[in-house]
């Protein structure tokens, strides 16, 4: 599996929009990006996932490099809520059911 | 979204003594999983579950740990004898299909404390 690396800590001010890298430089032909975050006493929710080029879903984009080492995920218009542990995650398509691994993430902090 | 509970929410007991955590999945998923995170550290795999069976099992997946679902019913994780080092949140995950774009959907976890 591809090692994943992330900043530790961000911070923005509520309105702002957020940009979270990761960096997956080994990242297999098989694999897909995965990005979760975790709020204190909940378990992790799922964000978004993409392969390659550009992913948007209602609460967030994902863009991947040409080269598929690095992965951007933004937040547009951050609130209060969205201050949480955001870990990009890295699975083998071809590892059915496998197990996500999690590193320790980017700590978002939101000020108001 | 599609919500997992899991039983209890806090759990406080004695090293040495059994413990069995509870998840009850999304009602149409197929494939359970439990992870372990311990304070400050990182999400770790135990073992993931399809059809009444355990597909992989990580090395936190100690012997003293069994999971089953009898009868469609929760999906538990039983740890028989306890140990010290078993104090974790434990969070319970499932999701539909198990395919590679499947989303894994997390209860909010059972804090476990063992004294």
């Known amino acids: 599996l591809a090692k994943t690396t992330q900043p530790p800590s961000m911070e923005a001010y509520e309105g702002q929009e957020v940009n979270v890298s990761c960096s997956h430089t080994?990242?297999?032909?098989?694999?897909?990006i995965y990005w979760y975050r975790q709020v204190p006493h909940q378990g992790p929710q799922f964000i978004i996932q993409?392969?390659?080029d550009y992913v948007v879903n209602e609460v967030a984009s994902l863009f991947i490099s040409a080269d598929r080492k690095l992965s951007t995920l933004s937040l547009p218009w951050v609130s209060l809520r969205d201050a949480a542990v955001y870990y990009c995650?890295?699975?083998?398509?071809?590892?059915?059911?496998?197990?996500?691994?999690f590193g320790l993430g980017t700590r978002v902090s939101v000020f108001p | 979204g599609p919500k997992v509970l899991q039983i209890p929410s806090h759990q406080i007991i004695d090293m040495g003594q059994m413990v069995t955590l509870n998840c009850d999945p999304v009602s149409n998923h197929l494939y359970f999983y439990w992870y372990k995170q311990i304070l400050g550290q990182q999400m770790e795999f135990l073992v993931n579950?399809?059809?009444?069976?355990?597909?992989?099992k990580s090395k936190l997946f100690k012997d003293q740990f069994s999971v089953e679902r009898p009868d469609g019913s929760y999906f538990t994780l039983k740890i028989q004898p306890t140990a010290l080092e078993d104090s974790a949140v434990y969070f319970c995950?499932?999701?539909?299909?198990?395919?590679?774009?499947?989303?894994?959907?997390f209860g909010p976890g059972t804090r476990l404390l063992v004294l």
């Open positions: 080994n990242i297999a032909t098989s694999e897909y």
């Open positions: 993409g392969y390659k």
């Open positions: 995950a499932s999701s539909q299909t198990g395919g590679n774009q499947d989303t894994q959907y």
């Open positions: 579950f399809y059809n009444g069976k355990v597909m992989e």
């Open positions: 995650i890295v699975t083998d398509s071809g590892n059915y059911a496998q197990g996500l691994t």
